[in-house]
C-alpha cells in the first residue's frame, strides 16, 4: 500500500479546489428538475467547472470522457451521462470531481428528482447522508481506518440495508482513486486497518442498496453498474483531509 501524505500547500491547493467544487454543486443541484437528459446536467457541470479555472476530475480517467457520473434509480456508479431524460420521482446520483492544481477532490449525493419521494425512498438516503456525517466525525489523526467502516458497516446494515462491498472510498490527491482502499464494512480487526496520520486525505463514499448487496455491469451501457435485483441504490461521498491540527471536510 503506497499512501501519499499531502504536505501544507497540497493541502491548500485541495482545500482551494474543493471550494471549488463546492461552488459548483451548489449552483447545479438547484438547475435539476424533471425533462433535463443527463447529458445537459454534465455540459453544464463542465462549464461551471471550466469557467472557475479548474478542470473535470473524472475527463482524467482514461477512456472517461464526461465531467460527471449520474447514475439513476437501480444504477449504482459510474453511469455516464446520455440523452436518457429524468422523470419526476427519478433517484438521481450526482457524482463529481474537480482537478485544480493536478491535485483532485470527489464529491457525491443522491436526491429524488422533482419531488420529496415516498417516506420509504426519504428513509433510505436519510440514512445514507447521516451516517456519512457521522463518520467523517471520526476521521481524526491516531484513529484506525477500521473504526469508519465499521460504523458505516453497523448503521447501514442495522436499517436493513445493503453495503455494495465491491464498491468503496478510496484515498483522494495527485490521483483520483488512491490508497487506502476506505470499506464500508470491516474486513479484519480495526487495529490491524490503517492508522490515520496527518497528511492524509481520502473519499469517504457510502455505495448502498435496498435490496441485495450484488451488483453486475449494465447491459448496453459502457462503464455503469447497477444493482443486480435491480433495487434502489444511493451513494453519499465527501473529500476529507486530515491536517496537522484540524481535519477538514473538502467537499
Not at 425533462?35 to 471550466?50: C, P, V
Not at 420509504?120 to 476521521?139: E, I, N, P, R, S
Not at 460504523?151 to 495527485?174: D, N, P, Q, S, V
Not at 455491469?217 to 459502457?222: L, M, R
Amino acid at each position: 500500500m503506497m499512501i501519499h501524505l499531502k504536505n501544507k500547500q497540497e493541502l491548500k491547493w485541495m482545500k482551494e479546489g474543493g471550494q471549488i467544487l463546492q461552488e459548483v454543486v451548489e449552483a447545479l443541484i438547484p438547475t435539476i428538475e424533471p425533462g433535463m437528459s443527463t447529458n445537459e446536467i454534465d455540459q453544464a457541470a463542465e462549464k461551471m467547472i471550466r469557467a472557475r479555472g479548474a478542470e473535470p476530475s473524472f475527463q482524467q480517467v482514461k477512456g472517461y470522457r464526461w465531467t460527471t457520473c449520474l447514475p439513476i434509480n437501480e444504477q449504482t456508479v459510474h453511469t455516464p451521462p446520455s440523452q436518457k431524460k429524468l422523470k419526476k420521482g427519478d433517484v438521481l446520483t450526482v457524482d463529481i470531481g474537480v482537478y485544480h492544481q493536478k491535485l483532485h477532490t470527489d464529491y457525491a449525493t443522491t436526491f429524488v428528482v422533482g419531488e420529496e419521494g415516498d417516506s420509504k425512498t426519504q428513509a433510505f438516503l436519510q440514512k445514507g447522508k447521516d451516517t456519512l456525517d457521522a463518520a467523517l466525525q471520526k476521521v481524526k489523526a491516531g484513529e484506525y481506518l477500521g473504526t469508519i467502516s465499521g460504523f458505516i458497516e453497523r448503521e447501514m446494515t442495522g436499517a436493513g440495508y445493503h453495503i455494495l462491498k465491491e464498491l468503496t472510498g478510496h484515498g483522494i490527491g495527485k490521483e483520483l482513486h488512491e490508497d487506502p482502499y476506505v470499506f464500508n464494512y470491516l474486513d479484519r480487526p480495526v487495529e490491524k486497518t490503517y492508522k490515520i496520520q496527518p497528511g492524509l486525505t481520502i473519499a469517504v463514499e457510502i455505495i448502498y442498496a435496498m435490496g441485495t448487496g450484488q451488483i453486475k455491469y449494465e447491459p448496453n451501457v459502457e462503464w455503469s453498474i447497477i444493482t443486480k435485483d435491480r433495487s434502489l441504490s444511493a451513494c453519499f461521498e465527501h473529500s476529507i483531509a486530515v491536517g496537522g491540527e484540524e481535519t477538514f471536510i473538502l467537499a
